[in-house]
């Protein structure tokens, strides 16, 4: 039976704390959340008392306050990152808190408003918040993206139910993916941590120098891998040896393609929502590791200024592998929101990559690691191209090619890590 709605509402506060966070005793946290979450986020400072915190800053934003900006301030503001902010994320990274944002917007809370603007502001803060994203990039700051239901939000993954009801929905949905609902949620995530070690060992050992997927949506992309490239997934470690999670939840197997080599064409197979706007039936072309051609049918102009924001905006910081049977996709829900949805598909991210995807990439500086292929970026954009039907086939650096994935699902078996 399950627990009521309030005790299992704890028992996930518990668990991003505790498995998410990974908070030490004596460590600060970053909290931010929206204002359509407050009581959450109550329970989440209590927790993270409950746990030793030395003290919770706590920053509240709300996406209607956020709306107006956009629509009532001059693009130059959003060019100029608030000073006092970017003091607030770089001390408390320095200092070595842990950053927790808890996602409850309404997906579409932006649609409409000035996409310049959104890229200013992306790229000013980015600029401005240097130490904090060199923190998290680097590994030394442990950081954890979660949800939390909120009723606009919950409205466009049930359209069809009421406020109340599409709420409770969602977040029942929230508690299954993140394995609230198992009798110790925090030992479920060590173990399901510990089931993706025997796939990463598989691809890690394989050292593949491409990737080529194909389906019938008309995919022909090949992807190239990294020398010094690893897969990752199933959680993350800073170089002090932390244990974290920072996606609740996580289903995928990821690593850092090679930034100057992608050829051919990827077809987008899942709705995709960027900064409150919605992004639909899409495809990129691909030469020389850069976005040459793409359209949508729908937000066209908000994938214009994805690829707007930087000169490397157009290139591949991640690809992730997510089975077809993954219980993200199983569920049968579409979230509107990335954390959960690109858990249910096999995915490619144009922008930043990933340093700790490169064998010693942790301890490299921006030219480093751009020389070794891995792509630097103030964006990081993840969209969907799994399917029932997808075929990856990695290929070695001597021609010889190994099935990866067949008909959307693994086509491997694991070996002992
Ligand atoms: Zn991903």
């Known amino acids: 039976m399950k627990q009521d709605f309030?005790?299992?509402?704890?028992?996930?506060a518990r668990l991003i704390i505790r498995a998410g966070c990974n908070l030490q005793p004596g460590q600060e946290l970053l909290l931010s959340a929206s204002t359509d979450c407050v009581e959450f986020a109550r329970l989440l400072v209590a927790e993270a008392y409950q746990q030793g915190a030395r003290h919770v800053t706590v920053r509240f934003g709300d996406e209607k306050i956020a709306?107006?900006?956009?629509e009532n301030c001059a693009l130059e503001v959003f060019e100029h990152f608030p000073e006092?902010?970017?003091?607030l994320n770089n001390s408390l990274a320095r200092e070595g808190a842990a950053v927790l944002s808890i996602i409850s917007e309404d997906p579409l809370a932006l649609t409409g408003v000035d996409q310049r603007k959104l890229v200013a502001n992306a790229r000013a803060s980015h600029e401005a918040c240097k130490e904090f994203y060199d923190g998290i990039d680097q590994g030394r700051v442990v950081w954890c993206i979660a949800g939390a239901a909120a009723p606009a939000w919950a409205q466009h993954v049930f359209p069809t139910l009421s406020p109340e009801e599409a709420t409770a929905k969602l977040w029942e949905a929230i508690f299954n993916t993140t394995r609230v609902n198992e009798p110790d949620p925090v030992a479920a995530w060590q173990e399901h941590r510990a089931s993706f070690d025997a796939r990463k060992a598989w691809l890690n050992a394989q050292h593949f120098d491409a990737l080529h997927y194909t389906n019938s949506l008309g995919t022909d992309l090949t992807i190239g891998l990294n020398t010094k490239g690893l897969w990752q997934g199933g959680g993350d470690v800073t170089t002090a040896g932390t244990e974290f999670f920072p996606n609740m939840p996580t289903e995928e197997i990821f690593t850092t393609p090679d930034r100057l080599r992608a050829e051919g064409i990827v077809y987008s197979s899942m709705p995709l929502v960027h900064h409150g706007s919605l992004i639909q039936d899409f495809w990129l072309r691909f030469e020389g590791g850069r976005v040459t051609e793409y359209h949508a049918r729908t937000g066209n102009d908000v994938l214009e200024a994805i690829f707007a924001v930087d000169e490397d905006a157009v290139r591949l910081g991640e690809c992730a592998?997510?089975?077809?049977?993954?219980?993200?996709?199983q569920s049968g829900i579409l979230f509107y929101n990335t954390l959960y949805d690109e858990n249910a598909?096999?995915?490619?991210?144009?922008?930043?990559g990933f340093p700790d995807c490169l064998e010693g990439g942790q301890a490299m500086d921006a030219e480093e690691l751009k020389a070794a292929g891995v792509n630097k970026s103030a964006t990081h954009v993840d969209f969907m191209i799994g399917s029932a039907d997808l075929n990856i086939t990695g290929?070695?650096?001597?021609?010889?090619?190994?099935?990866v994935f067949r008909d959307g699902e693994w086509a491997f078996?694991?070996?002992?890590?």
């Open 413 to 417: 078996a694991p070996i002992d890590a």
């Open 84 to 87: 006092w902010q970017a003091l």
């Open 395 to 403: 290929v070695k650096a001597d021609g010889a090619s190994i099935p």
């Open 345 to 352: 598909s096999c995915h490619l991210a144009v922008g930043q």
């Open 6 to 12: 309030a005790a299992r509402l704890t028992a996930y």
């Open 321 to 329: 592998l997510v089975p077809w049977t993954s219980p993200i996709r």
């Open 67 to 70: 709306r107006l900006h956009y």
